[in-house]
């Protein structure tokens, strides 16, 4: 399998789970932002199973990706458009040689982060940095907002 089909097959797999099945289950029971922290929550924690995954990685998946594809979804109402921000995200990191979770990119340059973890994403790549979960919130906002004001 090619690395854009494995960033396509992910997105789809994942987004068909997380934001299909179990945020819209969890939404009609208890709201969209208890279905979103629940969402966000179990996201981070399914990749706690990747290589070199820690309790910050988990946690900044959490905090980025989940809150960010689960945002977007509330926002525009469209699986197809959490999906195309999740192959988009995965897809540019493979294609750019940076580990999309610690999982191995054979993209155009041999990434290998020098620094603090932290900052880096360590072993984990890039996914794991406090500076892509500040972005990815950033990003997260304005669809927040914009969820928050479709709410009849």
């Known amino acids: 399998m090619t690395s854009i089909e494995t960033a396509l097959s992910t997105a789809i797999i994942e987004e068909l789970v997380f934001r299909r099945l179990m945020l819209?289950?969890?939404q009609k029971l208890w709201g969209s932002w208890i279905a979103?922290?629940?969402?966000?929550l179990t996201f981070g924690?399914?990749?706690l199973?990747?290589?070199g995954a820690t309790l910050w990685s988990a946690l900044a998946i959490t905090l980025k990706a989940g809150v960010l594809l689960?945002?977007?979804f509330l926002?525009?109402?469209?699986?197809?458009?959490?999906m195309g921000l999740h192959f988009a995200w995965n897809a540019l990191e493979d294609a750019l040689g940076i580990p999309v979770s610690e999982l191995p990119a054979a993209g155009l340059f041999t990434v290998k982060a020098n620094g603090a973890a932290w900052l880096t994403g360590?072993?984990?790549?890039?996914d794991g940095s406090i500076v892509t979960v500040i972005v990815e919130i950033v990003i997260a906002n304005p669809m927040l907002i914009g969820?928050?004001?479709?709410r009849p």
């Open 147 to 150: 969820a928050a004001q479709k």
């Open 24 to 26: 819209q289950s969890i």
């Open 49 to 51: 199973g990747n290589p």
């Open 122 to 126: 360590g072993d984990f790549g890039l």
């Open 45 to 47: 924690a399914f990749h």
């Open 75 to 82: 926002w525009r109402r469209n699986l197809w458009f959490a």
């Open 70 to 72: 689960g945002a977007a």
């Open 36 to 40: 979103l922290a629940v969402t966000s």
